[in-house]
């Protein structure tokens, strides 16, 4: 069965870049789309974007003007950069897979356990 | 962006209870929803996806319901481990959101 597991720093200065990177057993990578969600502590679930392994993309139009998404088929991982943090960025950042369905309809399944990503100097 | 609205956003309830949570959209979604179950420190888990189809292992004692703007997520029978936090999503159109969630206190 497909596990997901993010990586990277946990805390990050405002300004800089946050990255992280999310691997991906025990699946056929290129079958499906990828994609990130974050949730600030106590607080809902905000969906940034995914990608396709042809590097296709979808951004929250929210972050788009300070996000990448990019995909490394090759090692079965896709990355999130989101440059000029502040401290509103600061969350649990999650990794999923897309599933589509009938019609288009989509949903995230399974996701990866997260990862706390502190913006703070 | 497509606005979901969860109601209760807390609801105390016992073993046993048949209890319903609702999600309304502000626009119609036909059955493009889904429901998640997130617990404590954990990453999120789908229960539901096309308003009313149930995950391959989620039990029985789930049902979704509803089309267009309305939508409702009932459990038959709370059992202990179904005291979480619940989110519904919208799938209809990018970017896609999410409710606020509806927390499942005993």
């Known amino acids: 069965q497909v596990q997901l597991q993010e990586s990277g720093p946990g805390l990050v200065k405002p300004s800089e870049t946050l990255s992280l990177t999310c691997t991906v057993s025990?699946?056929?990578?290129?079958?499906?789309?990828w994609t990130w969600i974050r949730q600030p502590p106590g607080r809902g679930l905000e969906w940034i974007g995914y990608?396709?392994?042809?590097?296709?993309?979808n951004y929250n139009p929210s972050l788009k003007s300070r996000l990448t998404l990019s995909v490394d088929p090759s090692s079965n991982q896709f990355s999130l950069n989101l440059s000029s943090v502040t401290a509103a960025d600061t969350a649990v950042y999650y990794c999923a897979r897309v599933v589509f369905g009938e019609s288009s309809k989509n949903w995230f399944d399974p996701w990866g356990q997260g990862a706390l990503v502190t913006v703070s100097s | 962006d497509i606005q979901m609205t969860q109601s209760p956003s807390s609801l105390s309830a016992s073993v046993g209870d048949r209890v319903t949570i609702t999600c309304r959209a502000s626009l119609s979604i036909s059955t493009y929803l889904n429901w998640y179950q997130q617990t404590p420190g954990k990453a999120p888990k789908l229960l539901i996806y096309?308003?009313?189809t149930l995950q391959s292992g989620v039990p029985s004692r789930f049902s979704g319901s509803g089309s267009g703007t309305d939508f409702t997520l009932t459990f038959s029978s709370l059992q202990p481990e179904d005291f979480a936090t619940y989110f519904c999503?919208?799938?209809?159109?990018?970017?896609?959101?999410f409710g606020q969630g509806t927390k499942l206190e005993i």
């Open positions: 999503q919208q799938s209809y159109s990018s970017p896609f959101t």
């Open positions: 990608v396709y392994h042809t590097g296709s993309t």
């Open positions: 096309g308003a009313s």
């Open positions: 025990g699946d056929a990578f290129s079958k499906y789309y």
